[in-house]
């Protein structure tokens, strides 16, 4: 057996990112072979990783790379809000950003098979963090703007809000500015003429059956109905929201305000979105490992 010496363990963990007491045991695994022995990590992070796939992981962080002309978000989770503030989870989340950015990747997917700055793919690199931090790890979603000539507003909101707003006209502050509202409000739609056509017939519907007792006449309930149906598109569209950075006027107004801007399309990710998370039930688990449920 070749003898562990500190340097080993030393070139190991610079290697690899391995904790000191992994890259020891793996070392004498192998031999004290460095090659062999980071083989032997990556082979039983992935182990490890298999094992951990289908606990729910909910929690986590979007990360934001921006550069000219392009941006983009990718939502990466982890089981919980511990390991999302894990420095080592920060340092993945910001590299696999950037390789998002640099890669061209168009989703998730593509994205995990690119590689890193450190020659590592993205989903090896998840798998030797998992093998870290002990938690389930998943790069889940990207949103991804690339644009000539408009300007792309970026915004992440405390690591767990990201939006992405491409816009022809206007400057960056103003792009940055939307990205802060969509953030906030969470509009579905850009603006009124959005809005799927079965959306506004179904609440045409839905008003005309709140009114049509009223006994008022056709043309009084046709304008009652259609100011209603009005109120509801400017709800739910990013133009007819009361813009969050100054909330006297709408963001349609601060558009036109702009050198009459317009907002082409945007995205939102948010932490965990989408995903069921599982209710724990601590009484009910103490009970169970005291033998008494």
Known sequence: MAEITASMVKELRERTGAGMMECKKALTENNGDV???????????????????NRIAAEGRIAMAQAAGKAVLVEI?????????????LAFTEEVARTALDSG?????????????????????????????????????????DSTGNTIGAYVHGGRIGVLVEVKG?????????????????????????VPAD????????????????????????????????????????????????????VEAALKAAGGAEVLSFARLAVGEGIEKQADDFHAEVMKQAGLA
Do not use: C
Request: charged share 25%.
């Open 199 to 250: 959306f506004v017939a179904r609440e045409k519907e839905i008003a005309l059956a709140q009114v049509k007792d009223s006994g008022k006449p056709a043309e009084i309930l046709e304008k009652m109905i259609s100011g209603k149906i009005a109120k509801t598109l400017a709800e739910i569209s990013l133009t007819g929201q009361p813009y969050v950075l100054d909330t006297n006027i709408t």
């Open 170 to 194: 206007g400057n960056e502050e103003l792009a940055r500015g939307l990205a802060m509202h969509v953030a906030a409000m969470n509009p579905p739609y850009i603006s009124p003429a959005h």
């Open 35 to 53: 090659q062999a022995a980071a083989d032997w990590l990556r082979k039983t992070g992935l182990a490890k990783a298999d094992k951990k796939a």
């Open 77 to 89: 989770n982890s089981e919980t809000d511990f390991v999302a503030k894990d420095a080592n989870f």
């Open 105 to 145: 990747a168009q989703d998730a997917e593509a994205l995990k098979a690119a590689k890193m700055a450190t020659g590592t793919s993205v989903d090896e690199g998840r798998q030797a963090l998992v093998a870290k931090v002990g938690e389930n790890v998943q790069v889940r979603r990207m949103a991804r703007m």
